[in-house]
């Protein structure tokens, strides 16, 4: 608002409303997502914009088939959702959010992937003794595991620096998923050492990123 005045009557207000305007900023809060041929996939977008944007989603750079019903896409205020009812083996790959008004365009790529999510490991009661520690993790996989790569070394804040260790991890075969567990055992650490551990899951679509590093000890150690 703007106010003019020069002590003889009323002062003199008008009011400026500013509108800006801006090309679409997209966004999205998974860039990768796991899935298989058979299930059901959702994949989102957000997008702000002003004037409103026209969205569209592409697959490996080719515009997306809406006609067939098999995939279709919909809006929820500013977020955009594309759903595949039932995967097929070409829908892996990325698909792009792109969105276009008069000032520009803006897009975000998410990764569809067969591909097992990353294994987290789990704590449980008497996993460790003075020589050894018993792993144990989980991992989503809609595909069935086939077998693990399991790295372990010291922690690197004790004296004697090593490299990872690599033990292949046939996997348990009669776990149904999404959700395989798997425990190895560990056999001949040193006594009230701490160690690291990471680990990789395989199915038939590759080997997944690896696990975030989980930190334990055999007895003794602080």
């Known amino acids: 608002q703007c106010t003019a005045t020069n002590g003889v009557g009323d002062s003199a207000a008008a009011t ?6 801006y090309r679409p900023e997209v966004g999205a809060e998974r860039l990768w997502i796991h899935t298989s041929p058979g299930e059901r996939a959702e994949l989102s977008c957000t997008v702000f914009s002003d004037p409103e944007s026209k969205v569209e ?4 750079d080719k515009a997306v088939d809406l006609g067939d019903g098999r995939i279709m896409s919909y ?3 500013e977020k955009h959702k594309l759903i595949i009812k039932r995967v097929v ?23 569809l992937s067969g591909i097992a999510n990353p294994a987290a490991f789990k704590r449980g009661p ?3 003794s003075n020589h050894n520690y018993t792993l ?10 086939i077998e693990y790569k399991l790295l372990f070394k010291k922690h690197q804040g004790s004296s004697e620096m090593t490299d990872w260790t690599e033990i292949i991890v046939p996997a348990d075969s009669s776990s149904p998923g999404p959700i395989h567990s798997q425990s190895y055992t560990l056999w001949g650490l040193q006594e009230s050492t701490v160690y690291e551990a ?18 334990f000890a055999t007895k003794g150690a602080d």
């Open 126 to 128: 008497k996993q460790s």
């Open 16 to 21: 400026i409303r500013l509108k800006i305007l």
């Open 198 to 215: 990471s680990v990789l899951s395989r199915n038939r679509f590759g080997w997944s990123r690896p696990s975030h590093i989980f930190r």
């Open 89 to 111: 083996s070409a829908d892996l790959g990325f698909f792009t959010c792109r969105a276009t008004n008069l000032f520009g365009r803006g897009q975000q790529s998410v990764h």
């Open 75 to 77: 809006r929820e205020g």
């Open 136 to 145: 144990i993790w989980e991992v989503e996989s809609y595909s069935s595991i």
């Open 57 to 60: 989603w592409f697959h490996e």
